[in-house]
């Protein structure tokens, strides 16, 4: 099993920055792809970026591509998603998700585990 909890989430200026983290419980750490998705008040539950067990295949939605940029320390059991550029539609409680299936774009049905989230608010 693997427990998620996620931390960093603040307030911030447009253009500014935050660091998620994602800590996660369990020697199979290393054998799920991680990643992140988001939820803003009133709609779906969206992907983020996912990043494979290796390290070795990220990928990113074109809204965030460029600004946000997704890591993992398997030796760590940590999961890190740095935001830059921050723009107020990235607004949104942020989830860290792990899932068995061996592809780095994830699907929420495909999630496995998902922390309790962490809340970014970007201002204009």
């Known amino acids: 099993q693997v427990q998620l909890v996620e931390s960093g989430g603040g307030s911030v200026q447009a253009g500014g920055s935050l660091r998620l983290s994602c800590a996660a419980s369990?020697?199979?750490?290393?054998?799920?792809?991680m990643g992140w998705f988001r939820q803003a008040p009133g709609k779906e539950r969206e992907f983020v970026a996912g990043?494979?067990?290796?390290?070795?295949?990220?990928y990113y939605v074109d809204s965030v591509k460029g600004r946000f940029t997704l890591s993992r320390d398997n030796a760590k059991n940590m999961v890190y998603l740095q935001t830059n550029n921050l723009k107020p539609e990235d607004t949104a409680v942020y989830y860290c998700?792990?899932?068995?299936?061996?592809?780095?774009?994830?699907?929420?049905?495909?999630?496995?585990?998902w922390g309790k989230g962490t809340l970014v608010t970007v201002s204009s």
């Open positions: 998700a792990a899932s068995a299936y061996a592809r780095e774009y994830m699907s929420a049905g495909g999630v496995a585990y």
């Open positions: 369990g020697r199979t750490f290393s054998s799920y792809t």
């Open positions: 990043i494979s067990w290796s390290g070795g295949r990220i």
